[in-house]
Nanobody, 126 residues
């Protein structure tokens, strides 16, 4: 079992940066595919970014390319999402997800992820 706890969300103005953290416990996540999804009010949960386990590939959604960066600190068993140049349309609940995976390319669908955090709200005002 893997437990995931997100933190770092909040209410910010457009243009600023935020860093979300996803602290994992229960298992070492170095070999896990990790992802951030987000769900705006009344909409479906969409992929923001997915990172393959080990030294695999990273996939970014088109709307966040060049602004968001995912990183992994294996020593802390934590994954981060650095969000720069935030826009009002980035407003959503952000979820961290993990799944054991040895593939070079990370899974992209929410149903492919086994473990989920509780979510953290990010609100960007204009």
């Amino acid at each position: 079992q893997v437990q995931l706890v997100e933190s770092g969300g909040g209410l910010v103005q457009a243009g600023v940066s935020l860093r979300l953290s996803c602290a994992a416990s229960g298992r070492t996540i170095s070999g896990y595919a990790m992802a951030w999804f987000r769900q705006p009010p009344g909409k479906e949960r969409d992929l923001v970014v997915a990172m393959a386990g080990g030294n695999g590939f990273i996939y970014y959604g088109d709307s966040v390319k060049g602004r968001f960066t995912i990183s992994r600190d294996n020593a802390k068993n934590t994954v981060y999402l650095q969000m720069n140049s935030l826009k009002p349309e980035d407003t959503a609940v952000y979820y961290c997800a993990a799944t054991p995976s040895v593939t070079l390319f990370p899974p992209r669908g929410p149903r492919e992820y086994e473990y989920w955090g509780q979510g953290t709200q990010v609100t960007v005002s204009s």
